[in-house]
């Protein structure tokens, strides 16, 4: 549903090409997309990269797009990585959509997500002081690199003709990271929308940009005021004025208000706003208003935030444990601790907690060793209050396991090491997979020994403790041998006996079975089964049909350490029974057929009904006669001899009288 609905927003974005009449084209304005080519595109939705759902519906969308709507492309993070200035243009505003097309195709996510600088380079591109302008800002995540992205595009918008964004969050989950690109929409009187909102924003196009075909006649200034620069928009206690640059009566006045709407005559003026709630004031002076647009006047009441921090320990801490941060500061929403690399941009962020969990708070250390910084960031706007200096200091870690083990051997390995955190675990893989690699695995929380079942193919392996599931901070080789295993049962069997098979294997260990499939069955597949726990030796019950089998034994569902190969012969059975009874009598119907199993019974069903409808029955391991009660409705029935809950090996038909 969430890709679905990713394909539909972006869709949507065509309505803002698409929709608009012929004669409102020319004065719809330059446009420009700007898709996210950081590393987080390669996050899936559904199983599908979200840069490749991005690259399918762009290429839709430009096939659908009228030749004479002018576009372009900007793309960021896709040549570098750690890069905040890897920005391109790979589009000019009017390009052939042929090579706009081409340029998506090709980008391959890796770095980082320089959206303030991106949104930039896209208003000077489309020269949005001079002229209408709109940004399509596509991505997934929150800024890596300038402090305050929802800031420069209110400063854009503050200093644009008529400058716009909407912004589309792909599978942003993140509080902090939906709060800031919904900012830089809603600072710009643009349209945020995440993957489930897809529906609401098709509509919102369809009745704002699509459903204005006509040039602005009008001169209309909003007038908003936020909780410091590009931070929340203040919804309502605002007294409001506007009054002429050189001095004069005011020409627009309101007390209790939010965001206001106001026409007022071209000219310049200076824009006041007051909070009675807390005093706090705020101006803009010599706004110029022009004829016939339509402009957003945003001012940011101003007050003192502060934080402190305290960690302990303090100064210095294990790498991949839990340091306690106390700290003070506004408790605003969005408020987190974080722990980066000491100097990291402004924007980074590591381990985080928000502060509305309590205090203190508890942050997990990097495992890697080194100098940090523990901070307080501000929720919106996005800056840090506070930071605090605390090193990483490298943690140990101990393996005692055996040299050797059988594949498939489930070993104890007693270990010591730092605290237990997320992502700390035991495992065995070969020795040259990348850290994050584990085959079985046993978390470090559950205590010493750990459990691990060895791999099933013979070789050289290493068992590892893995830290944060990044980094080794231990290993220990072992040799695994390769496992054996015997079978021994009866050549031929009849459909649905079940047969005695004798085995030797290895240690059982779970998913360790012996069962019946076909000779050409995938090593996961089964029938009848035993669990090689449960001991030698196995009881199976051969398939119903007729033909030729193997009897297997299956290491940890997966690999086939022995066959037997079997035939299947074709089961029979006889019913003698009473051509009629009466409705409600019970009769005695004597049969023969296969020994006893599971599902093997003698019924009396409606004649043409379905092969396993009936309307009273008797197992067979009751033994013959079967007593069967008939139905109390007269009429045509048949007899018949169930084997496995499956198959009709025999029938006889009854005329049931009233």
């Not at 402004?346 to 495992?367: K, L």
């Not at 290993?475 to 496992?483: F, K, L």
């Not at 085995?503 to 012996?514: V, Y």
Request: proline content about 7%; overall charge negative.
């Amino acid at each position: 549903m969430a890709a679905r609905a990713i394909r539909l927003f972006i869709s949507a974005i065509a309505l803002f090409f698409i929709a608009l009449p012929a004669a409102a084209q020319e004065g719809a304005g330059d446009s420009i997309l700007v898709l996210d080519g950081s590393g987080s595109m390669w996050g899936q939705i559904e199983g599908e990269a979200k840069i490749t759902i991005a690259k399918s519906v762009l290429a839709e969308l430009l096939n659908d797009l009228p030749a004479e709507r002018r576009l372009g492309l900007i793309a960021y993070g896709h040549r570098r990585t750690g890069d905040c200035a890897d920005i391109e243009e790979l589009a000019a505003v009017g390009a052939d959509r042929a090579a706009i097309a081409d340029a998506v195709q090709k980008l391959n996510p890796k770095g980082k997500t320089p959206m303030a600088d991106s949104i930039k380079l896209a208003a000077e591109k489309l020269k949005y002081t001079e002229a209408k302008s709109t940004v399509i800002l596509i991505s997934d995540g929150i800024e890596t690199c300038a402090p305050d992205p929802c800031g420069v595009a209110s400063a854009l918008e503050e200093a644009g003709a008529d400058f716009t964004v909407h912004v589309v969050g792909f599978d942003v989950t993140e509080e902090n990271a939906e709060a800031q690109l919904r900012c830089i929409a809603e600072n710009t009187g643009g349209k945020y929308v995440s993957a489930s909102d897809a529906g609401e924003l098709t509509e919102a196009l369809e009745e704002t940009v699509a459903a204005a075909p006509e040039a602005v006649t009008e001169t209309k200034v909003r007038l908003r005021a936020t909780e410091l620069e590009g931070g929340p928009v203040i919804e309502e206690g605002l007294s409001w004025t506007v009054t002429p640059a050189g001095g004069g009566d005011p020409v627009f006045s309101e007390d209790g208000a939010g965001v206001v709407d106001v026409e007022i005559e071209p000219g310049t003026y200076d824009v006041a706003v007051s909070r009675a709630s807390d005093g706090l004031k705020g101006e803009a002076k010599s706004v110029r208003i022009n004829a016939n647009t339509w402009k957003t006047v945003t001012i940011a009441l101003t007050f003192p935030v502060e934080a402190t921090l305290r960690a302990e320990p303090a100064g210095e801490a294990v790498a991949g444990t839990n340091v306690q941060v106390f700290w003070t500061g506004p408790d605003r929403r969005g408020d987190f601790i974080t722990i980066v690399e000491k100097g990291a941009d402004r924007g980074q962020y590591g381990p985080y907690a928000y502060t509305r969990t309590g205090n203190p708070v508890e942050i997990r250390m990097p495992v890697d060793p080194g100098a940090y910084e523990i901070r307080y960031r501000l929720g919106q706007p996005i800056r840090t209050l506070a930071s605090i200096d605390i090193t990483a200091i490298p943690a140990e870690a101990t393996l005692e396991g055996p040299d050797t083990a059988i594949a498939g051997e489930e070993i104890t390995v007693a270990f010591t090491g730092p605290a237990a955190g997320s992502g700390d675990w035991i495992t065995v893989v070969k020795p040259d997979d990348e850290p994050n690699k584990y085959s079985d695995y046993y978390y470090t929380r559950q205590g010493s020994p750990a459990t691990i079942r060895v791999p099933l193919e013979a070789g050289a392996y290493e068992l590892r403790f893995v830290q944060g599931g990044k980094k080794i901070i231990a290993r220990q080789p072992i040799t695994v041998t390769a496992a054996t295993a015997t079978l021994s049962a009866k050549d031929t069997a009849i459909a649905g006996e079940t047969v005695s098979v004798e085995f030797t294997g290895p240690a059982p260990a779970s998913g360790d079975w012996i069962t019946v499939t076909a000779p050409d069955a995938a090593p996961n597949k089964y029938t009848d089964y035993h669990y090689t726990r449960n001991g030698s030796p196995a009881e199976i019950r051969m398939p119903l049909d007729a033909g030729d089998y193997e009897i297997r034994f299956v290491q940890n569902n997966k690999k086939v350490l022995a066959r037997k190969p079997i035939t299947v012969t074709e089961a029979t059975a006889t019913l003698n029974g009473p051509s009629s009874a009466k409705a409600g009598e019970t009769v005695d119907v004597a049969f023969t057929g296969p020994p006893p199993g599971s599902g093997d019974y003698v019924a009396i069903s409606k004649m043409g009904s379905d092969d396993l409808n009936y309307v009273s029955y008797s197992y067979t391991r009751n033994g013959s006669p079967a007593r069967l009660r008939m139905p109390n409705e007269p009429g045509e029935y048949e007899l018949r001899f169930i084997h496995g809950n499956k198959k009709v090996l025999a029938r006889a038909p009854i005329t049931v009288t009233p």
